[in-house]
Structure formats: structure tokens, C-alpha cells
């Protein structure tokens, strides 16, 4: 008995042990099993999954007549249909080149002797062998599947590199729910920082509501202080993956492959003429198109999945602006005045030698909020202003002005052939008719000495 017939024993064991019980009554066994019938039990590898009164009533006798072995199931012993020569090549091959996989094995073989077995056969062939292990000689290690119980449980964030548009890449901030597997939130931008990562995600709160937990990597935007306060503020558990283990969350790269397969090669074939539209144009794609088309691994629609759940939560407008506020730990000097970045507030005298929170928005940062252990201790007077905005808080380009038509050159070009054409050309004088490059009529012309007789009287 392997392991996972043993699991499977266990838990049919699990199911029918009072009930197998001998001293109860046939009237009390058969209320026992109809209950058990009409329950969702958790099953092998976390699946719900319901037995039938004619299932159970099998176990019981199973169990009865051979024991705790009798309940698990018989293992499969077919005989294999591909050649054993290619069997033998595929371990040969194995063998030779440990680090080769089962796809590479299976093509080798099919250019050497012009038909193979399929992937999936050498696969079960290297199992059944123990030749299924990384070159250092450890088996590849498992991960179970999971899925959040119901919507609002957790969603799981991430960035993906987009077109380029106007001459500068851009990029995918997207969050979804794991439960759904709808996009709850996502924006295009052109800088892979927090405040993109904050706009997406401050819209995902404020139409989708407050999720219980949000799971990021560790990419630089996803572990700024800034969003973990906006985290703690809305009471939302903030989990980042560990370092090379991006498999928890092949949800969300499973989505993202769809947008590239199915709205970014439309892109290409259409470019949007800014980020504006383009996040128009996702946001057209998500609501018509993949939030409607039915998911093949839930079997609903993600939008239709998403809100069969309970109302979720929507955060207030108050609550939504003071978590997506920023804050710095400063200390007042001695004249009462704290500095951000290139600004100098005027604080509280009390406050002097003291740590305190000034809180901003990162786009306006001539006016911060001062705060004391918790408490606001007022606004900070500005007393010298050089930045108007947080150096991380770079707008998107602006779009290149409308052209006046006015060609300036051109312009003084027109005006200065015009004041040529009305001078005389001295260069043209100085030819003479011979030499001359265009032909000039000589009796139209009188030398000095035909002047001098004229004069004489």
C-alpha cells in the first residue's frame, strides 16, 4: 500500500468507523449512514467531495470482511503498449544526461528513430524508475492547489510589462481575487513604482471593497512602506512570497498570459496613441470579454463567481484618502521646524527634540499633517516650499501640445528673399558681358570715354 492508497483508506476508515460499529441496531446504522450521505466531507488532497448510502454500506462490508487494507483501492496494472526498446532508450538517455526532461528525452528519440512514445509516457516511465529528480539527486518537490474559500478572502497582485507607447514602455499593475479569479483592479502606466501600483490598487478598494489579505512579491513597488501603512490602515493582512518561490502565485500569471495572447497581440495590431486609451481599451476588453467568458477551472464566469458571494465591504471616502496618505518619521529641531524633502515646516514649539509622523500627499507636498504617538498635533506652516511633489511622484507624460501652424522660419525665410528682391546685385555688375554668366546686351552699354565726348563741347 503506497501512500496516497493509504490517505484514501484513511479516510474512508474516517467515515464509516462508528458505523461499522457491531452493536448498533440496523435502524441506528441506517440513520448514522444517511447523515454521513447527506454531508460534504473534506476529502484526499482538501477536495469536498460526497459519498453516496450505497458507497458506504460497501466500505462497511469491505471493512468488516478484510480489514483496514480492504478499504484501499486496487492500483492500476495495466501493461504498457510502447516498445520496451524505446523505453530503454528514453532511460539510457535519462541516465546519460540527468538534467534532461521528459520533452527532450522524447524528442531525441523521435529524430533517431522516427517515432517515439509521447511526453507523458516517459514521464510515468521515469517515475517508475525514481529517475524524476533534479540533478543534485532530490525529487522535485510538490505544491499543493489551493483556493480561497470565498470572494474578499484574497487577492493576489502583480506588474506586467506592457507595449510601448509613445516612444516609452509601460506597464500592467493588476490585481485579482482568488477565489474568482476576476480582475478586481488594474491600470496601465509608465513607470513600475509605487504610485502606479497604488492608483490600481486604491481602485480595486473603492469598487470592489476591502479584502481580507493581499498577497504581492517582493518587487521593489510591493514592499514600500507606503503600501504596507495603506494595508494597516484598512485592516488588510499584507503577505509577500519568499524569494524564488513564485509558484503561489500562478493565478494571476495564468491571467496574465491571457492578456498577452488575447488584448496585447490586438495592440499590435491597433496601438493606442496614449496610455489613456489603452487603459480604456483594457478595460473594455476585461468587462466584456474575460469577466463574462465562463472560467475552465471554477466552471462560472469570474464577474458571475465574484458576486454571488456576500456584499463586500466598501471602505469610506475618508478611510480610503487617510490609508493612500504617506508618511516620514522626522525630528523637530531645535527652532520647531521639520524638513521633506527641499520644504521647511514650522511645527508646534512643544514638539521640539520630539519623533513625530508628517503626513502628506505625495502629489501636494505643501501642505503635511503633524502627528504625536498617534495623535494630530495640527498642520506644519510652510516656511520654505522647493518641492511641490514627492520625487516618486512623477506624473504620466502630458500629451504634446496642439501645433500653431506658425512656421517661424519659413517666415523670416519669405521676408528676407523679399527685401532681396528689391536691391541691386552688385555681384552681376561686376561681369563683363563675356565673362558674364547670362547674356547681356552691349549697346545698352556706354564706356567712360563715349561719356567724355559727349561732354565736349
Known amino acids: 500500500m503506497n501512500e496516497a492508497q493509504r490517505n484514501v483508506a484513511l479516510f474512508r476508515y474516517s467515515l464509516i468507523r462508528e458505523a461499522a460499529d457491531e452493536s448498533l441496531t440496523i435502524r441506528q446504522r441506517g440513520a448514522l ?32 470482511a478484510g480489514g483496514f487494507e480492504a478499504l484501499a483501492p486496487q492500483a492500476r496494472t495495466g501493461e504498457p503498449v510502447t516498445e520496451q526498446r524505446l523505453l530503454d532508450l528514453a532511460e539510457a538517455l535519462k541516465r546519460e544526461v540527468p538534467r534532461r ?20 509516457t516517459v514521464q510515468r516511465h521515469f517515475a517508475r524508475l525514481g529517475l524524476n529528480t533534479r540533478p543534485d539527486g532530490s525529487p522535485p518537490q510538490a505544491f499543493g492547489r489551493f483556493e480561497a474559500a470565498a470572494a474578499g478572502d484574497l487577492w493576489t497582485g502583480d506588474a506586467l510589462h506592457g507595449p510601448v507607447i509613445g516612444g516609452r514602455k509601460t506597464y500592467l499593475f493588476a490585481f485579482i481575487d482568488d477565489h474568482s479569479r476576476a480582475l478586481v483592479g488594474y491600470r496601465f502606466g509608465l513607470s513600475e513604482d ?27 513597488a510591493m514592499v514600500s512602506k507606503q503600501l504596507l501603512r495603506a494595508c494597516a490602515s484598512l ?26 495572447i488575447q488584448f496585447l497581440v490586438e495592440i499590435e495590431a491597433r496601438p493606442p496613441a496614449d496610455v489613456a486609451e489603452l487603459n480604456r481599451l483594457f478595460s473594455a476588453w476585461v468587462e466584456t470579454v474575460y469577466h463574462r ?4 477551472e471554477t466552471g462560472e464566469a469570474p464577474i458571475d463567481r465574484l458576486l454571488a458571494g456576500a456584499p463586500p465591504v466598501l471602505p469610506t471616502p475618508a ?13 523637530v529641531t531645535k527652532t520647531a521646524t521639520v524638513s521633506l524633502h527641499a520644504n521647511t515646516f514650522e511645527v508646534d514649539a512643544a514638539l521640539v527634540g520630539s519623533r513625530v509622523d508628517v503626513v502628506f500627499n505625495p502629489f501636494d507636498l505643501t501642505s503635511v499633517e503633524i502627528r504625536f504617538q498617534g495623535r494630530p498635533m495640527g498642520q506644519g506652516v510652510p516656511v520654505t516650499i522647493g518641492r511641490h511633489s514627492h520625487p516618486q511622484a512623477r506624473p504620466e507624460a502630458t500629451p504634446a501640445p496642439a501645433p500653431t501652424g506658425i512656421d517661424y522660419l519659413g517666415l523670416l525665410a519669405e521676408r528676407r528673399e523679399a527685401e532681396l528682391a528689391g536691391s541691386i546685385n552688385y555681384a552681376q555688375l561686376a561681369f563683363d558681358g563675356s565673362e558674364h554668366p547670362y547674356p547681356i546686351d552691349t549697346n545698352d552699354c556706354t564706356t567712360q570715354d563715349d561719356d567724355e565726348q559727349e561732354i565736349q563741347p
Not at 497604488?198 to 480595486?204: C, G, L, N, S, T
Not at 485592516?235 to 498577452?260: A, D, M, N, W, Y
Not at 467568458?293 to 475552465?296: A, D, E, N, P
Open 235 to 260: 485592516g488588510i493582512r499584507l503577505v509577500h512570497s519568499r524569494p524564488g518561490r513564485p509558484q503561489g502565485r500562478g493565478k494571476i500569471e495564468r491571467v496574465f498570459e491571457t492578456v498577452r
Open 293 to 296: 467568458r465562463v472560467h475552465t
Open 33 to 64: 449512514v444517511r447523515e454521513l450521505a447527506a454531508r460534504t466531507h473534506t476529502g484526499p488532497g482538501a477536495r469536498s467531495v460526497r459519498v453516496t448510502r450505497g458507497t458506504l454500506d460497501r466500505w462497511i462490508r469491505a471493512y468488516r
Open 319 to 331: 478611510s480610503l484618502h487617510e490609508a493612500f496618505l504617506w508618511s516620514e518619521v522626522r525630528t
Open 194 to 220: 509605487t504610485v502606479r501600483l497604488e492608483a490600481a490598487f486604491r481602485a480595486a478598494l473603492a469598487s470592489r471593497g476591502i479584502p481580507r489579505a493581499c498577497y504581492l512579491d517582493n518587487g521593489s
Open 101 to 120: 526532461t521528459a520533452a527532450q528525452v522524447t524528442q531525441i528519440i523521435r529524430t533517431a528513430e522516427g517515432t517515439g512514445p509521447s511526453e507523458r
